[in-house]
């Protein structure tokens, strides 16, 4: 819910959508229980004080962005339009992730609740098998 006199600045007969910033995943949480839907326990001890949760990953952000080489002998001030790069997630939109609850922010959008989480934060991830890139 946004704060009172708060405005998006966006249109209220334009679609919104979310764009996910840096090392950041977007995640669709799952209600825990001791199984999770794809299958991978969890102790006691971690569902005691909700340390860990589980959740479909719906966007990832680009990455970690990295400095030029060459620019690191120069002053910020100098670089001029170097086109940003990025070390790139290992987390891919579909995969089911585990990860630190702690780390978590908790937002509403369009009234369907998302976790943003940092990617240090994701403990494993559970890819589909068929074809899949990864090995």
């Given at each position: 819910?946004?704060?009172?006199?708060?405005?998006?600045?966006v249109?209220?007969d334009?679609?919104k959508?979310?764009?996910?910033?840096?090392?950041?995943?977007?995640?669709?949480?799952?209600?825990?229980?001791?199984?999770?839907?794809?299958g991978?326990?969890?102790?006691?001890?971690?569902?005691?004080?909700?340390?860990?949760?589980?959740?479909?990953?719906?966007?990832?952000?680009?990455?970690?962005?990295?400095?030029?080489?060459?620019?690191?002998?120069?002053?910020?001030?100098?670089?001029?339009?170097?086109?940003v790069?990025?070390?790139?997630?290992?987390?891919?939109?579909?995969?089911?992730?585990?990860?630190?609850?702690?780390?978590?922010?908790?937002?509403?959008?369009?009234?369907?609740?998302?976790?943003?989480?940092?990617?240090?934060?994701?403990?494993?991830?559970?890819?589909g098998?068929?074809g899949?890139?990864?090995?």
């Amino acid at each position: 819910m946004p704060a009172r006199g708060y405005s998006s600045g966006v249109p209220d007969d334009m679609p919104k959508r979310l764009i996910v910033v840096g090392d950041r995943v977007l995640i669709t949480p799952e209600e825990g229980e001791e199984r999770t839907n794809v299958g991978l326990y969890l102790p006691p001890t971690a569902l005691e004080g909700r340390q860990v949760q589980g959740g479909r990953i719906i966007a990832t952000g680009p990455g970690t962005p990295m400095a030029e080489p060459t620019s690191m002998d120069e002053e910020p001030w100098k670089i001029h339009g170097a086109e940003v790069k990025y070390l790139p997630m290992q987390a891919e939109v579909g995969d089911y992730a585990l990860f630190f609850r702690k780390a978590a922010v908790e937002i509403t959008f369009e009234g369907k609740t998302h976790l943003v989480v940092p990617q240090a934060a994701i403990l494993v991830l559970v890819r589909g098998g068929a074809g899949g890139t990864h090995g």
